[in-house]
Each structure stands twice: as C-alpha cells, then as structure tokens.
C-alpha cells in the first residue's frame, strides 16, 4: 500500500517533471494518448503544467485543445474526457475567439451525443461568465 507522502511524493514528481521547459510537448502527447497515467496524476500534473505562465501556455495549447477535444470524446472514457476538457481547456483566456470556437464544435456536433454537448454548452457558459465580468 502507498502512503499518502508517497502518493504526494511521486505527484509531485511527475508535475515537476511536467513543468519543464523541454517536456511541455511530451506531456500534451501523454494526455492525449491517456494511456500512461492515472487520471489524478494527469489533474495534478496539468495544475502544475498551467502554473509559472497559465496565459501563455493556454494560448500555446488552445488550437491543439480545439483541434481534439471532439475526438477525445469519441474515443476515450466518458471521466477521462471530463477531466482533459477540465484541465486543459482554455478557460482563462475567455475571448471571444474561444466562445466562439467552441460554439462552431458545439454546433456541427450530432445531437446523439449528448454528453459531448453538455460539456461543451457549459464549457462556453463558463467562458461568456468571465468574459461578462471582463467587460
């Protein structure tokens, strides 16, 4: 059984890990490809990953969130989706490009798949809140 300092420990680890410069890329894959770590330690190191510079590295990661979040949702679990579209999407940022991107994906996507659906009309609602409190 793992303790709760060990646990701690290797969280902390991968997050690390996860911040440096040079494996920024190697992460997004790792996330992207679901396979390597369990689902706490991607929410763990994704906090991290976000942390010195969240702006930025949003801005650099959008297009690539944009570009699959509708087939992470295809071809994932159903928890393991929800935590990708928590984690990484581009909330912060709040443009009005990024509503926007998100409605075009909301739209052209097939009412069967409900779910999908859901997260993403609550995804631009969160998006229009922070922009309403930006203006």
């Known amino acids: 059984m793992t303790s709760k300092n060990d646990y701690s420990s290797k969280i902390l ?9 040079g494996n ?4 997004w ?8 770590r369990s689902k706490d330690e991607y929410v763990a190191a994704m ?6 510079d969240p702006v930025k590295l949003r ?32 909330i912060n940022l709040a443009r009005k490009s990024d509503i926007e991107k998100l409605e075009k994906i909301y739209s052209a996507t097939h009412e069967d798949r409900t779910h ?9 609602e969160d998006m229009e809140d ?3 409190k930006i203006l």
């Open 13 to 21: 680890s991968i997050s690390c890990d996860a911040a440096q410069p």
């Open 24 to 27: 920024k890329e190697k992460w």
């Open 29 to 36: 894959n790792e996330f992207l490809d679901g396979t390597q």
């Open 47 to 52: 906090n991290w990953f976000y942390s010195s």
């Open 59 to 90: 801005e650099q990661y959008s297009d690539k969130f944009y570009s699959c979040i509708d087939t992470i949702f295809s071809t994932k679990h159903r928890d393991y989706a929800e935590v990708f579209m928590a984690n990484l999407k581009p």
């Open 116 to 124: 999908f659906r859901k997260m993403t009309k609550i995804a631009i």
């Open 130 to 132: 922070i922009q309403a």
